[in-house]
Each structure stands twice: as structure tokens, then as C-alpha cells.
């Protein structure tokens, strides 16, 4: 009797942001439904996908590792790098052995037809969120902003959106699949050119939907219409990514950001009038070129004033072809020390705000059996199984969060 065939196989790495992630996705589920399985730990794959990020250097130094440690993990697989990095240097990135194919961004949609010209592929979008009970929703990619520090663009190319109800569909899909919670991402969210607030306010109204999240967005492009829906929505989340990166209008400037520090503290008090339970987390560059100690202290003061539930803080790494690369640098040991000081003060205003929680109860998305995080975003360590809305009551604050346990 003929041993039934072996089904083909592969492995997916990815690095970077959320929308890498969510394209990483897609590849998993159009491989499923094309009969592909992932490999086991420890099984060969036939098939290996690298999308890559190259916002810093350490993200290149990343990528060529993963790159490098699938080749030699998987010696007979076709192994094809897409992503940032593999747009900005093709050539370096097929010098690397062991890849096979380099597809750019403009591409990446169309990734598996270049691999499997001669078959059908399912189209290039998400059922499912592999090891996340959040699922992450691409609504817009490239970015028209060219920040002087920011590779992006050029990798990225210009700002384009998906139309609003091809986005309904997917998010409806998820909702049907188990997902909770769905975070509308993209490259640079608030250039979604059919209307963010729509789009919001339509995601919203999605039956079985219980959290909706909006990504990483700038403060001037929080209009009082996107407000309106995220405050008064059913299932919009009182907590939001509002992109700082410097509290100085002078680094602002220099960075071509398109908001002053009055514009950002303006906006963090529009919402917090609305509601004063709002939270917000945040990205911040450090030791941006010509960044004095003064700038530097701005930075910390908006961070003490605004108390974040969490600062994604980035040592600034000079880019090639950016216009920041070009400006005198400033020396590594000051980069260092600032970090150190801005990471202690960012943990230290985080548990300030999550201090006045103990004692309440709370609604916890459990993400991975340990915890997970409230509707504000503020994480809480509790025993539950995953992807369950619990009621939590809070005991204690700690430094990598709140403890609870469930009420029964």
C-alpha cells in the first residue's frame, strides 16, 4: 500500500510593525488554504517567507539573522525575503546564501503568484491571527509624511487605502473566527483616504464585536469627527497611540514633523475632556541629532505631565538616504543616557497611573493564560485561560503591572 504524500510545508519570520505582521499573516492563510502546513518545530520546510523591517539599523541586524538562521535551518527550502530591508538593498539581501527570491513592497501582495505563477492563489487578506487574541486589520500602507529620520517612504512608497468595505468584510470574518478585538493599523493610519472616522464608526457597529482599536496615529489628525467616535463609540477602547517622538518644537521642526508640542498636549486634553479616564501610549526618538539637554528635558516633562501606560522609546539610528543622517550625530554615550533616563521615567509614570485602578474591578482581555490588558490599555497579570473577556479585581500595582484575580 502507497504511503500517503507528504503535504508541503513552511516557516514565516517576521520583524517589525504591525502591518508586517498582518501581511505575514496573509501569506499563513493563503498557504492553509492552498494545502501548505507550517512545519513543526524541528521539521525542514519546504517554503520559507522573511518579511523584513529596516527602520533602524538594529532591524537590519535582525533581519539578516533570521534571514541567515532560516537558510541554515532549512537547507532545501525556496527562502524569499520581502519587507523593508529587501526593498532598500535587494542586491544585499539576495547576496545573503541561501535566498532564493527578493520581492519588493510593491509586490508583496502579489508574493505567492511570483512563487506560484502557474496556480490559483486565495486572495491576500486575514481569517485568522496566529498567537494573538488581538487581531491586527491593514487599512492603508506607504506614507506621503518623509520625516527627516524615516526610511519608510522610500520603502513604502506613497500613501494608498483599501476601500471601507473590504475592510468590513475582513473584520467581520475575524469576529466570526473568535477575535474580541481588532486593531485598525497601517502605515501611517490618519492618511486612510476614504475617512478614518467612518471607517471607525462603521467598524464599530460590526455585531460580536467587543473592542475596537485604533493604531499609531499623529495628534493633528485626531479631528473632533474621529473623537466623537472613538469617545462615544460601543466597542472603541478609551486609549489610543498618540505618536510624540519629541517634546521640543525645535527637534519637532528638524524631525518635518507636522505638530508642535502645544498641538500634542492640545489633543491629549481634547480627549481627556471628553473623557477623563483616557490613557494613551506613545513612540519617543532619542538623541535625535542637535538634540540639547533642554529638548531632551521637554520630552521628560510631557511624559510626567501626560502619565503613558507605555512609551516605545527608539534610540535615533541614522538612516541612508534620510536627510537626518546627514546632520552631525550626536555621540552614543549621551543616546545611552538619555534612554536610561527616559525608560526609568516612563516605568515610573506608568505605575503612577495604574495606581488608582487597585481595588476596582476591571475587564481584562486575556491574551496568553498569564493576563493581559484592560480597555485602557494598562496590562494585568491574572490567571485565566486565553482570548476570555474576565472581570478582574485588582490587589495589587507591580512594575510590569496590575495584579488580580477573577471574580466568580
Given amino acids: 500500500m502507497a504511503s500517503p504524500m507528504k503535504s508541503k510545508t513552511f516557516r514565516l519570520a517576521t520583524l517589525g510593525c504591525r502591518t508586517n505582521q498582518y501581511e505575514t499573516q496573509a501569506y ?4 492553509l488554504a492552498m494545502g ?22 538594529s532591524a537590519d541586524r535582525s533581519s539578516r539573522l533570521q534571514i541567515r538562521q532560516l537558510a ?25 546564501q541561501g535566498v532564493s527570491q527578493v520581492v519588493g513592497n510593491q509586490q508583496k501582495e502579489k508574493l505567492l503568484q511570483q512563487i506560484f505563477s502557474d496556480q490559483d492563489i486565495p486572495e491576500f487578506k486575514i481569517c485568522q491571527f496566529e498567537a494573538h487574541t488581538r487581531a491586527f486589520v491593514k487599512v492603508q500602507d506607504g506614507c506621503n509624511s518623509f520625516c527627516t529620520y524615516c526610511i519608510i517612504p522610500y520603502v513604502r512608497g506613497r500613501s494608498r487605502s483599501r476601500p471601507i468595505d473590504e475592510i468590513i468584510r475582513e473584520v467581520e470574518g475575524l469576529v466570526a473566527s473568535g477575535y474580541k478585538e481588532v486593531v485598525i493599523t497601517g502605515i501611517n493610519v490618519g492618511d486612510y483616504s476614504y475617512g478614518l472616522a467612518d471607517l471607525m464608526r462603521q467598524v464599530d457597529q460590526i455585531p460580536g464585536l467587543h473592542r475596537l482599536r485604533l493604531s499609531s496615529i499623529d495628534p493633528d489628525e485626531v479631528d473632533d469627527q474621529l473623537l466623537d467616535v472613538i469617545v462615544h463609540g460601543k466597542t472603541t477602547c478609551p486609549s489610543m497611540h498618540l505618536v510624540l517622538q519629541s517634546g521640543s518644537n525645535v527637534v519637532l521642526k528638524r524631525m518635518n514633523r507636522k505638530y508642535t508640542r502645544h498641538i500634542f498636549l492640545e489633543t491629549v486634553e481634547r480627549l481627556k475632556k471628553a473623557r477623563p ?7 519617543v526618538i532619542v538623541g535625535f541629532p542637535g538634540e540639547t539637554e533642554a529638548d531632551f528635558e521637554q520630552t521628560l516633562a510631557i511624559i510626567q505631565d501626560v502619565k503613558f501606560a507605555k512609551v516605545h522609546m527608539f534610540p535615533f539610528s541614522p538612516r541612508q538616504r534620510t536627510r537626518a543622517a546627514l546632520y552631525p550625530q550626536l555621540p552614543q554615550e549621551v543616546i545611552i543616557e538619555r ?3 527616559l525608560l526609568r521615567a516612563a ?16 475587564t ?22 486565553s482570548n476570555q473577556l474576565v472581570e478582574v479585581q485588582i490587589l495589587e500595582n507591580t512594575p510590569t503591572g496590575l495584579v488580580g484575580k477573577i471574580v466568580t
Fill in 339 to 341: 534612554k536610561q533616563r
Fill in 277 to 283: 479616564d483616557f490613557t494613551f501610549t506613545t513612540d
Fill in 347 to 362: 516605568e515610573k509614570v506608568a505605575y503612577e497611573l495604574r495606581n488608582p485602578f487597585i481595588g476596582r474591578c476591571l
Fill in 72 to 96: 541554515r535551518d532549512n537547507p532545501s527550502a525556496r527562502v524569499v525575503v520581502t519587507g523593508c530591508m529587501a526593498e532598500r538593498d535587494p542586491d544585499q539581501v539576495l547576496a545573503i
Fill in 364 to 385: 481584562v482581555l486575556t491574551e496568553d493564560g498569564e493576563g493581559g490588558h484592560t480597555e485602557h490599555f494598562i496590562p494585568v497579570h491574572v490567571k485565566a485561560e
Fill in 28 to 31: 499563513r492563510d493563503q498557504l
Fill in 36 to 57: 501548505y502546513q507550517e512545519a513543526k518545530e524541528g521539521e525542514e520546510a519546504d517554503l520559507c517567507i522573511v518579511n523584513t523591517c529596516t527602520v533602524t539599523e
